[in-house]
């Protein structure tokens, strides 16, 4: 899912129209690779991202990041010189994937200014450039010296310069039907018609070009030989001509609820099992395509230390707990030794010392004649009997010792790689950085992680903020996100006649009804069971059985790990959650 020249192109005509001739109020950087320019516009405030990063793009943005405690150096360079600046000028030279954003403002002196942004989106050569009205380089995101490209460097003080252009392609805006048919009788019939057209002309990526195809041919990638060349020049040269003019239809493609393409026109070609969502908004429809993406990148990148702990203690328990079982298995040949030193010792008068093995009636089986049988008793000829029967009732209270011991560490190591699957579903769910960092400090309280790292970055940890929804009824809900939003939702913020709901016997969040002295609804009811079942491991699953009790029937036993609870008295329901449906009602 590229992010071509077209898309970019519909990304800058919505911010043309919602943010030229505005200023800037604020500028943020969420993360290393992301600027956000927030514009006070007459419909409100608008949030132009820039984003450099491993899934490189820029539109406007309703999302709201978490912004870090301490602002990079390239964010207070930007709010020095863009704060109250006015945007006056945007462009896409030569439709090429860069953008280019001019600033009029003040320098710190109060004398006009002008400053400009260039946002090249290349995938991993994608970079933020601030230069002066000049072109001189003031800051960037990436510096580049000889050492990364000898072809083009970018480095503080140089004069800025556009990307080479890629040879042999064409801008597909300058270009009408007799022009990309000249260039498609240039390439080998045999070639895909796909590439064809998407190596002949500039900022065209595969999916728009197989769009094209398919819309002309009906298949998916046939050879160019295999299709009406004319035709599909027509196609092409039309839908680059909307671009030309700005009509765009902003477009995402999904399959089982997953996001597998997007475009800056309608899509078609994935099937009829696809469902094609259009969107009013280019901006809108890349915050939902990107939300799950780059959450699970987000996770990737900056829970590694994290998640490679937790692989490596629940490998190292599960292999605890299989020596520990077969310990215990061999703990019942106890009851063996317990009978070799009852016999020993029921028969002390007829044995003599220096015996290396004797046969004793087992009284604990008698035969049909009234007679026992006969069992075989090892002997240590070194000891007398006597010493031979301590020494089999010493092996037995130790297999005895073991066994009890032996099934406590079991049981507690269960636990722990139950909790510890908890904080794996946490990881799972984490969308921030204040997220990760609340998991981390839980599992330095626990002993498994230092907390040296947060502390010197921070001084003080904020309480946790587990995540807000509203019913249809206009109740509160309240979703912890983690272990430690669990224990503070459910042991501080909620009342004792308040509802908790929990998916049954599974990893998942505490939820939280707030009824403030009032019985809800059924569904009322409902909508927060959808909502515990959503943020459980069970996330998916089309049918979901959630626990719902009072909180006051909530209790954290002595010792336990954070999020731990119990409770004997519950109701119980089987919900069928919608994730859609559910995030609407998030954050109202």
């Not at 799972?428 to 626990?446: C, Q, V």
Request: include cysteine; aromatic fraction near 8%.
């Amino acid at each position: 899912m590229a992010f071509d020249s077209g898309m970019l192109a519909a990304s800058l005509a919505e911010i043309k129209e919602n943010c030229l001739s505005y200023r800037v109020e604020k500028v943020f950087m969420p993360e290393r690779d992301q600027v956000i320019l927030s514009f006070r516009a007459k419909e409100g405030a608008k949030r132009l991202l820039l984003h450099a990063g491993s899934a490189p793009r820029l539109g406007l943005t309703e999302e709201a990041r978490e912004n870090p405690a301490k602002p990079p150096m390239l964010c207070m360079f930007l709010r020095k010189h863009f704060t109250g600046a006015k945007l006056v000028a945007i462009e896409q030279p030569d439709f090429e994937r860069v953008a280019v954003f001019t600033f009029d403002g003040h320098d710190e002196m109060g004398f006009e200014c002008r400053r400009k942004i260039y946002a090249e989106l290349m995938g991993k050569y994608s970079n933020l450039v601030i230069t002066d009205g000049e072109d001189k380089i003031l800051s960037l995101l990436r510096t580049v010296d000889f050492s990364t490209s000898a072809l083009r460097q970018l480095l503080p003080g140089m004069r800025y310069e556009l990307p080479p252009a890629q040879e042999n392609r064409e801008n597909p805006l300058l270009c009408d039907k007799d022009a990309v048919l000249r260039r498609l009788n240039e390439s080998d019939p045999e070639t895909s018609a796909t590439k064809a057209l998407s190596r002949a002309f500039r900022g065209v990526s595969d999916l728009v070009a197989r769009e094209v195809v398919f819309r002309v041919s009906g298949k998916i990638d046939p050879p160019l030989s295999d299709c009406p060349k004319e035709e599909l020049a027509e196609a092409f040269a039309n839908l680059y001509a909307d671009v030309k003019n700005g009509i765009f239809t902003p477009t995402m493609a999904l399959l089982g609820g997953e996001p597998v393409g997007y475009a800056f026109c309608t899509l078609s070609h994935f099937g009829k099992d696809a469902e094609y969502r259009p969107y009013a908004s280019a901006g809108k429809m890349l915050d939902e395509v990107f939300h799950l993406r780059e959450r699970q990148q987000y996770l990737r990148e900056r829970a590694q230390d994290l998640l490679r702990m937790l692989s490596a203690t629940q490998n190292r328990i599960q292999k605890k707990i299989a020596l520990q079982e077969g310990e215990l298995a061999d703990c019942e040949t106890g009851e063996k030794w317990k009978t070799y030193a009852d016999l020993i010792t029921a028969n002390l008068y007829r044995l003599k010392p220096g015996l290396s093995e004797i046969e004793l009636p087992n009284y604990e089986k008698p035969l049909e004649n009234g007679e026992y049988e006969m069992l075989t008793v090892p002997m240590d000829r070194r000891l007398s009997p006597a010493a031979n029967a301590q020494r089999y009732y010493k092996k037995y209270a130790k297999t005895k010792t073991a066994r009890v011991e032996l099934t406590k560490q079991i049981a507690l190591g269960r636990e722990e790689l139950a909790y510890l699957a908890t904080v794996e579903e946490a990881l799972a769910r984490a969308e921030s950085s204040k997220e990760l960092g609340e998991i981390r400090e839980e599992l330095g309280r626990a002993g498994y992680f230092s907390l040296q790292k947060a502390a010197s970055s921070q001084k003080k940890a904020p309480l946790p903020t587990p995540a807000e929804f509203r019913t249809s009824e206009g109740y509160r809900v309240l979703c912890g996100r983690n272990n430690l939003q669990n224990e503070y939702l459910t042991h501080k913020l909620a009342e004792k006649s308040d509802y908790w709901f929990h998916a049954k016997g599974i990893p998942g969040s505490h939820v939280v009804l707030f009824a403030d002295g009032t019985e809800p609804d059924e569904k009322t009811f409902t909508e927060a069971a959808e909502i515990a079942a959503l943020y459980s491991a069970a996330s998916g699953a089309p049918h979901t059985e959630v626990d719902y009790t009072l909180v006051k029937n909530i209790k954290k036993p002595t010792g336990a790990k954070p999020g731990y609870v119990i409770y004997h008295q519950n109701w119980s329901c089987t919900v069928s959650p919608s994730r859609e449906e559910v995030e609407k009602k998030r954050g109202k």
